[in-house]
């Protein structure tokens, strides 16, 4: 309570009138709802009561998937939008565009990103697909994993033919027989749910750092003028990460996430399928393995031209707001320190 | 001639207009439409040459009289209507209208032109009401006058149609009706039956005819053609090309209503016709190759 | 004397083409196999019909998409007759303004995106910009044709009869241009229709056909995005009936065509 | 509109050295934009990333053309518009012939083009991936659908609105149907045909833009939207003004073949 008092005190002279938070959202029945922690952040309430005490409004920013990258990106260099839960890739980017960025909290283990096969073409590995053609949409997150997976295979792009193609219209490509594989979100597990294609591989088998992440970012303007206002967002995340950690939220969580998006049962199969526990879906913790993820979207985008500078990974890492979170509600040492998934 | 006023004029008549009352010393009557023209000059520039269309034309019309234009394409009847109406005010000499120089168009000056130009998004009475749009005609009289001009030429019933619901005989009366409801001082009529067959063109002919006795507008008409020219017009003034000039004016000394048979209208026809196909017609040289040839001016 | 001059007949025979393309689908849906993603059955097609229209989500989605439509057509289109008939009117903004706005017009929507998102963000405010985009050019493109082409006989009996510029342009420039600038506002509305579709599909939204269509393409659910393009068909030319009726009776004055 | 009025003006009105000629006229508004625009950027208020200054772009568009990159992506972009603009154009321009010549054809499609014609073409995006794939000759359908559209309704009424009076005349005259198509129909019609086509090409264009941000790996479109998710506004707005000035010289050739093919109209 003191803490809040100084931190009213500290931000007092140039409060923003309003915080503003984006996240990708999911039309549902008439209403955007929005994916992961920030939809709970949203309907915990506890974020807009907190800055509602300091006389400040919360605005949350719903942005479609399809355009949501770049549309961060230009809210967060017009200073229109302080804190957004989003991608790596895009995140990099805007860094290296002059948009300073602060990655203030983690946001759990990552996305997996699935190769599926059509069916008739008889592929058990990526190997198996050279002379092939593959689609992908390309510039978007799920071009990284991708390219690890055909480094770590001693393979190049141009060992393929790679197909640029819009992820709606896969499906269709796939069943006529216009592309033989496809690199998907997961998406891909409804694929193979439909009888068009099976997954022949994800990157849950593959090292964590591999996962296309998603975080909380903060502007870095923001982040250094407020430090307060950023304690209470990431604050709520955490509240929230520790929500959706309970087991007895565990369904809720899974229905949340299907909501305006892919069936129940494809969200509950791809959650079964991981190899850490459920609690670990949601930590908000700064693991190694986060931060080598980081460095490596970083040094990828340089390698292929997608950014003209090299951007430092470790000054993007902010991690003083989510230890005191931890420390705050007594949640230190619930989430493991240390690497929780992978086989390698 | 004398005219006799007509009891059937409309009563909004006597109410005078803006540019009425010029020169008082002249009567009432005389005082109605009377046209001078004197050395009237104009020429066109075409892609850089200035070609000169009307040469030394002087006109007097009289107050209330019919006078018909005739000549070949191109002497510049129907300039000389759009110098006299005010839609060209580009000229050299005079055009004086009751001593007033023309330099723009006027409520004062009428026209009908050989395409009806009736607005095909408005009704007939709107059309013909809307001449009186900028008149100071009381808005609670309007409805009336224009009943009675739709009824002067005879198409009481047609006023809620629109202009492609109308014969072109009707279109063409139409837009008689929507020139004299100004009461203009000088009604031109540019060829205003020359997109008519010949039966129609009778019919508008007797109904022109009826009309101007019963108005007394002074009247300038400009036709192709010779017979109706000397059916209605008082006088009829010859006109050669290239460029125009006023060749002849004849006299038709006949009282109104006419007769057609008339000799006196066949044996001047003739005459007129014999003038006109006379004249050399040369179109392929400049104009002032034609000047040595044409015949001088007849000025009375 | 012919089966076509009968209304009813007239109507069945418009029916037999969209019922062979149906008929034609269903066969399409039974072969199964790789067809199963473009083709739904027109059973599975009826069934989601009946969900959507139940569950309200059709209602709704129609409401609002129309709703953007016009909104996006009213703000679009005003703007654009007004600006296309102040350059037939005043050729200098003709020439001053002309050429940029065709080279404007040229440009796909892509390209104002960024500028949109910076601006005006992912709100509602983003997709009605791109929405009043598409119904400003041809608006102001027809509006503009239409007094330009305005014939001069009709200018010069306003002239006659004393016409001051705003009865000039009351009276001659705007009925008479009137034929164009419903051609246009026929225009501006069909691109406005597909705009507002396309921008839900692509922007987001809470609700709209266009984001139910997005939804079912994520969902890959084939039923539900059949039945989208049907109402979103089935609204937009019911619409193009409308505009067609309104505009015979506002030009009721024009001769018939034949 | 916009036509080149300067040449009407009275000659020798002003000395050739002043006469603003109608080219360098029709330059003064981009050039106002551009310096409005730039200085627009040099007051700060708006981030450089978005509101990248002209000069910026300037460098990026010669940058892209020295590397040949531009070059490519326009290539290939008009290269697709101008198949799919023939195939679209030529079977708009039949179908919109069969059904405004015989009743029974109008009655029986006419509905279902009213029909289908307010669909966006990305709808349908699914069902013509299965049955044009994904390659060339994908992109070029959906430019020949943008086409065909606009075509079919010009040519619809072009031909509807051509007097029944003349094909009396050639009934009278017994005219063979070649002939009447020949002497009569095209004729008649091209005008409102050459004005479909116009309209057609300029909305092709756009189209074709937008579907290379579907699907595609090169094209002026795929070059903007790479621009937009990688943050380079700049290469964005060199695409902006690529497609803008392409399409601008589209319309402007169109309308000068219209010009020409339809001079008779005017004497």
Redesign the interface.
């Known amino acids: 309570m003191t803490g809040g008092l100084a931190a009213c005190h500290r931000s007092g002279a140039n409060a923003p009138q309003t915080v503003t938070l984006a996240s990708i959202a999911y039309p549902d029945q008439g209403h955007q709802v929005y994916n992961g922690l920030t939809g709970v952040v949203v309907r915990d309430g506890w974020l807009k009561g907190e800055l509602a005490k300091r006389g400040i409004a919360l605005a949350v920013t719903p942005v479609p998937t399809a355009v949501g990258a770049p549309l961060i990106n230009e809210g967060f260099s017009a200073k229109r939008i302080d804190f957004a839960s989003y991608g790596d890739f895009p995140a990099i980017i805007a860094v290296a565009g002059g948009v300073p960025l602060k990655l203030v909290a983690p946001l759990g283990q990552g996305q997996d990103v699935y190769l599926v096969v059509r069916n008739g073409i008889n592929a058990h590995s990526i190997a198996d697909l050279k002379g092939k053609r593959i689609a992908l949409h390309r510039g978007r997150p799920w071009e990284l994993p991708f390219s690890k997976l055909l480094d770590a295979n001693g393979l190049k792009p141009t060992d393929f033919t790679i197909v640029n193609i819009n992820p709606a219209a896969t499906p269709a490509a796939l069943a006529a027989g216009s592309v033989d594989a496809a690199v998907l979100l997961n998406d891909g597990l409804l694929v193979e749910k439909k009888g068009i294609g099976h997954v022949i591989w994800s990157t849950a088998q593959a090292p964590a750092d591999w996962k296309m992440r998603a975080e909380l970012f903060g502007r870095g303007g923001f982040v250094s003028e407020h430090p307060d206002l950023t304690q209470l967002v990431v604050d709520a995340y955490i509240r929230a990460a520790a929500w959706s950690a309970q087991d007895a939220n565990r369904e809720q969580v899974i229905q949340d996430a299907s909501r305006g998006f892919l069936p129940v049962d494809i969200i509950r199969k791809e959650y079964a399928s991981a190899t850490y526990p459920w609690r670990e879906r949601f930590s908000p913790i700064f693991r190694p393995d986060v931060g080598a993820h980081y460095h490596s979207v970083a040094a990828y985008a340089l390698a292929h031209g997608l950014v003209h500078d090299q951007v430092d990974a470790d000054a993007l890492l902010d991690d003083r707001f989510v230890a005191k979170a931890l420390k705050d509600q007594k949640l230190e040492g619930f989430w493991a320190a240390g690497s929780v998934s992978g086989t390698h | 001639m004398s005219f006799e006023p007509v009891p059937q004029r409309p009563p909004h008549l006597s109410q005078t207009g803006p540019q009425t009352g010029i020169a008082g010393a002249e009567s009432a009557r005389s005082a109605r439409g009377a046209l001078t023209i004197s050395s009237l000059d104009k020429s066109f520039t075409i892609s850089g040459t200035a070609r000169k269309v009307l040469d030394g034309i002087n006109l007097t019309v009289r107050p209330g009289e019919f006078v018909s234009i005739v000549g070949a394409s191109g002497c510049g009847k129907s300039t000389l209507l759009r110098l006299i109406v005010g839609l060209d005010d580009e000229y050299t000499g005079e055009i004086r209208l009751d001593g007033e120089r023309v330099a723009t168009t006027s409520l004062d000056r009428g026209i009908v032109f050989q395409d009806h130009r009736l607005f095909p998004w408005m009704t007939l009475e709107q059309n013909v009401e809307l001449a009186l749009l900028n008149t100071d005609v009381p808005k609670s009289r309007r409805a009336q006058i224009v009943a009675d001009h739709i009824a002067l030429v005879n198409l009481t019933g047609f006023e809620k149609a629109y202009p492609h619901q109308l014969s072109g005989g009707m279109a063409q009366r139409a837009a008689i009706a929507r020139a004299l409801v100004t009461e203009p001082k000088l009604l031109l009529l540019d060829e205003p039956l020359g997109a008519l067959d010949a039966l129609t063109r009778v019919h508008v002919q007797n109904e022109l005819q009826r009309i101007w006795m019963q108005q007394r507008s002074t009247m300038v008409m400009v036709t192709h053609d010779v017979e109706e020219a000397l059916y209605l017009g008082d006088r009829v003034i010859v006109m050669t090309p290239h460029p125009g000039r006023i060749r002849r004016i004849v006299d038709v000394d006949l009282p109104h209503p006419r007769d057609r048979r008339s000799p006196v209208l066949h044996r001047l026809k003739d005459e007129i016709l014999a003038e006109l196909t006379a004249a050399p017609t040369d179109t392929t040289d400049d104009a002032r190759g034609n000047l040595v040839l044409l015949p001088t001016r007849e000025d009375r | 004397m012919s089966l076509l001059d009968h209304k009813p007949a007239r109507f069945a025979v418009g029916l037999v083409a969209p019922a062979l393309l149906l008929a034609w689908w269903q066969w399409q849906a039974s072969r199964g196999g790789s067809n199963a993603v473009a083709f739904a059955s027109l059973s599975t097609v009826g069934g989601a019909a009946r969900e959507l229209i139940v569950n309200g989500t059709l209602l709704a989605d129609a409401a609002a998409t129309l709703q953007r439509a016009f909104t996006g057509l009213g703000i679009g289109a005003t703007l654009g007759i007004a600006l296309g008939i102040a350059m037939a009117m005043w050729p200098l903004l003709d020439r001053l303004l002309g050429p940029l706005l065709n080279a404007l017009r040229q440009v796909p929507m892509i390209g104002w995106l960024p500028l949109i998102g910076l601006w005006f963000g992912s709100d509602e405010g983003s997709e009605l910009i791109v929405i009043c985009l598409s119904a400003f050019f041809p608006a102001m493109l027809n509006a503009h044709a239409g007094v330009a082409q305005v014939e001069r006989r009709y200018l010069e009996v306003g002239q006659i009869y004393g016409f001051s510029a705003s009865q000039r342009f009351r009276r001659i420039l705007l009925p008479a241009a009137m034929p164009m600038l419903l051609t246009g506002l026929t225009q501006s509305l069909a691109f406005a229709w597909i705009a507002a579709i396309a921008a839900e599909l692509l922007m987001g939204a809470s609700v709209g056909l266009g984001v139910t269509m997005q939804q079912a393409q994520t969902q890959q659910r084939l039923d539900i995005i059949l039945v989208t393009i049907a109402v979103t068909a089935a609204i937009g030319f019911a619409i193009n009936q409308l505009v067609y009726r309104i505009r015979s009776s506002l030009l009721a004055w024009q001769a018939p065509a034949q | 509109?916009?036509t080149a009025?300067a040449s009407f003006l009275?000659?020798g009105s002003r000395r050739p050295g002043f006469k603003l000629g109608p080219l360098p006229?029709?330059l003064?508004?981009?050039l106002a934009?551009f310096a409005v625009w730039q200085l627009a950027c040099l007051t700060g208020l708006?981030?450089?990333?978005?509101?990248v200054p002209p000069s910026t772009v300037a460098r990026t568009l010669a940058r892209l053309a020295a590397s040949g990159e531009l070059e490519r992506d326009v290539g290939v972009s008009l290269r697709r518009l101008l198949v799919g603009f023939g195939a679209g154009a030529l079977t708009g321009l039949a179908f919109g012939a069969a059904t405004a010549l015989s009743?029974?054809t109008e009655?029986?499609?006419?509905?279902?083009f009213?029909?289908?014609?307010?669909?966006?073409v990305?709808?349908?995006?699914?069902?013509l991936?299965?049955?044009f794939?994904?390659?060339e000759t994908f992109k070029i359908t959906i430019v020949a659908l943008a086409t065909f559209f606009p075509v079919a309704l010009a040519t619809f009424d072009g031909i509807?609105?051509v007097?029944?009076a003349w094909f009396e005349v050639a009934q009278v005259y017994r005219t063979r149907l070649p002939d009447l198509l020949w002497r009569i129909l095209v004729p008649a019609t091209v005008p409102a045909i050459l004005t479909g086509l116009r309209v057609a090409i300029?909305r092709a264009?756009?189209v074709l833009?937008?579907g290379e941000?579907?699907?595609?790996?090169s094209g002026i479109?795929?070059l903007?939207?790479?621009g937009?998710?990688?943050?380079?506004?700049d290469v964005?707005?060199a695409?902006?003004i690529t497609?803008?000035?392409?399409?601008?010289l589209?319309?402007r050739c169109a309308r000068a073949l219209e010009a020409r093919a339809t001079r008779w109209k005017d004497a």
């Open positions: 509109m916009a009025p009275p000659s006229q029709a003064v508004p981009p934009l708006f981030p450089e990333q978005v509101l009743r029974w009655a029986a499609l006419w509905p279902l009213l029909l289908l014609w307010q669909v966006p990305i709808a349908f995006l699914p069902v991936v299965l049955f794939g994904i390659d509807k609105s007097p029944r300029t264009w756009v833009v937008a941000l579907l699907a595609a790996d479109g795929q903007m939207e790479t937009r998710q990688l943050f380079q506004i964005v707005l695409g902006v497609s803008g000035v392409i399409g601008f589209l319309d």
